[in-house]
Structures are given as structure tokens and as C-alpha cells.
């Protein structure tokens, strides 16, 4: 009954099954799909939220990251049936206002209790159940602070970081005119600067889909909304444009007046 039901829950998350096919032809092991890769299909977040906001109302802020490879061995099991996924999870609502850590943890338990008895949840590490009052007393440090730990952890060899907050307004905007072009009227536009050697030898898309990927949670949930003008650049490349604003500062204390723009062409 346990497999039944977490058959029936993997299926809703991937669309009435729609996904699944794509999921199977990825993986040569089709109990991957039963087990966690059903956390990463774009459904599986608003299915979660679904159940959550049955028993936790007037939930303002959620977020849920897909963490197995993290805190599950490849292929474990139990007992011949593969574990489920390991979600990470920060619920925001005032639900939580003068409840115990405790009684808040055991609420959103109680709301996923049908999929970690089926296994299609395996566990919640790092759950984090907030008020909005500590949610924002979390989020008014400078977005630079915790944007920054997030790249250097996920990305990795990181010799020059950049962060500035050009947030304008766009999300609110998006939010209230009925366009779904934002989903939290709070979102932030961060100009993102990332000089690493791990950016040695890819282009551009991919360089720019690792920084997304290490701010996935936060893109997903609106609280970015989007990352304009970001650069990602080498070591190399960063010295050579280093080089060139040198250059231009030189020629401006010289001239004693303002540098002429240089244009740059091509793609870094």
C-alpha cells in the first residue's frame, strides 16, 4: 500500500506521469525515478506547497531544494525499495508566531505524513520553519552576504566576487498587474560579477547556468527575480579587463577629464 502510494504521489508531481518518460530515458535505473528524481520535475514544488498549505495557512515564503545527492548514498535502499528524496525546506508563515521550534517542525510533518510514510519523501535535513518576523530580520542582511556564501559553496574556486542589489521595482510590478511575471512582490535583481577558473573552457550559457543552478531555491520562489547584466568571467579574462579600467583611470588622470568609453566586443 506504502509503494502505492508513493507511485501515485511521484506521478502527480511529474504531471499525470507526462514527465516520467523523459525521466526514464535519462536514467538506465528506472527506481531513480520512483525514488528522487521526481523532486526535480517543475511540478513537484507547487504539489509540496499544496500539502503544506493544507494544514500551515497563510504561508508567505517557501523554498525546497532537492538535497540526495547530498544525504543519500547512489542507489541506497531499504529493505529491496529505493529511499525517496531528501528535501531542504524553509516554510515562512505566521502560523509559527509563539509556537516552540518543536510544534513547528511537527506541523509540517504532519502535512507530508502520507509521503514519508510512502517513502517518497525520505527525509527533511536542515528544515527550517520561520515567523515572518525572523524571516525578515534573516533577509535584511545585505543580499551580498548570503549570495556570496551560496556561490563560493556550490560554484567553488572563487577569486573575485561581485554583488550589488539593483532591485527597481519590476517585481512588485510584475506581481500586482496580473501578468505572473513575478512571484513575490519582495524580489530582488542582483547584478552578479564571478571571476573562477571553473569557467576555463565553457561558454557562456553554461557558465551563467551554474551560477543560477547554486541560486535555484531562491529563483524558483520569486525571492530573486531575476539576475540582470551578470558576468562570468575567467581569471584571464578578469585580469584583461582589470588591465584595460587601468588603463582608462590612467589616461583620465592624465587628460585630467573623463576616459573615452571603450566598447568591448564579443562574448566573455
Known sequence: MAQAAHQAFVLDCVGGGKC???MLEATSDAREVRGTSWASCPHAVANVRSRLCAIISSMEHFEMKNVSAEFLEPGCSDGGSVLGAALEMTIVSLVFQGKRPLDRQRMVFVALQDELQSGAIHSLPRLQTLDPDQWRARTARTPSSWVKERLV????TVHHLEV??????HA????FDGSGRALDPHGLELQILVVSEV???????QRQQLVS????PELMSGAIHALPRMKTWTPAEWEKKRGRGEADAKRQRRDGGAAEPREVRGKL
Do not use: C, Q, R, W
Open 172 to 175: 512588485i510590478e510584475g506581481f
Open 199 to 205: 569557467f576555463d573552457g565553457k561558454p557562456l550559457l
Open 20 to 22: 516520467i518518460t523523459a
Open 153 to 156: 559553496s556550490s560554484i567553488g
Open 164 to 169: 550589488v542589489d539593483v532591485t527597481n521595482g
Open 213 to 216: 543552478d547554486a541560486l535555484g
